[in-house]
């Protein structure tokens, strides 16, 4: 498929080697830094255009890949979806429900088709657990968790000036931009939350605003219990999901925190448990995390079948962040049938 790409970072390149994979072009490119684009357009061959441009392009595209912080969206998310274009969104859709609101007016005034970015729902280890969890073999929810840590953006100093998540006009924290995987992960496993109680720490004295520690619990509307607790401060990696059921357990971990490397699970009528091992390493190989997810765009643009995480779900986590932002803010429990 012929793919025109905004916004050409650091996940573009990811971006564009899943659309060359699977056979098809990055045939133009966009961004507001030139040298960046330049860059993009060596590997990838694309032609690079003048924001003037964009709108005589983008009709030729069969999607447009949007890259761009998620403060400097609504632009082109109206460009995109005023030719009937399909728009493969990065997570976070926007910082604040306003802006979300607005990608929502436009989805529905073009009818748009739009994929928000939760690239590990994805993963196969993942798609597996899901499986086991939707077969009814684990039994309904007990306790169902998400533990994620390592050393993150800014920490220690590392990764902290160029980028825009830590840039003071652009930043929007852990929460907001990385805990919104965490919401879309556990939601797929337990169904909806009916209270959440969120605690966040900043740990950047130059950004006291910037949140880069995030614990919260929540009651599971089907019953059970739910937690996350991730951190971007720690000098060890670790990734630990769980889904503990009323029949059963499954465990998804890695040794860093998005690596997902083995699923193990044990029913009670199981003698032992069972390990599936995996090769999926985020940190090792961005690009392997990041092609499944255009596999399953491409195959519901083709077949008409429906997409996975649709921007009503870039929606909901983006509520979800908000109101643990209030929730710790606050001292106070969410009670979310009444705020979502
Ligand atoms: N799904 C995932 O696993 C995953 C992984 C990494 C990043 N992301 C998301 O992707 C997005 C981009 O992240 P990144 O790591 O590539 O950041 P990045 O800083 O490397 O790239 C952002 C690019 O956008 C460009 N840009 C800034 N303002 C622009 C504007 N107004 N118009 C056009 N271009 C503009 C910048 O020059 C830069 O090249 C973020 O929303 C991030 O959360 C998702």
Redesign the pocket.
Known sequence: MNVLM???????YSHGRAVVKLGGKVFAC????EA?MKRYQAEFGSEMLRYEQLEDYIPSADYVVL????T?RLD?VEMVLKHHIPLYM???IATNLEDARKIKEMEQKYDGTIIV????RYRPAFQKMVELVRSGALGDPVNVFDNRVGPGYGFRGTWFA????TDPRFACGFTI??IS?EWNLLTALCGEFETLSANVWCTIDTLPTYDTNFSATMKIKKGGVATINASWSSDLGGNFKGYIGTKGTAFLRGRDM?EFEELTYKTADMAEPVTIHYNDS?KHN?DG??FPIHQHFQDCLKNGTPICTPLDEGIKVLKLSTLALESSREHKEIILDERM
Do not use: L, M
């Open positions: 905004i916004g050409t970072g650091d996940i573009a966009y961004d507001v830094n960046g890259c761009t912080p998620p400097k082109y990065e997570k976070p970015g939760f690239a590990h160029p980028s825009w998540r931009e990385s995987h998005f985020y961005q995390v990041i």
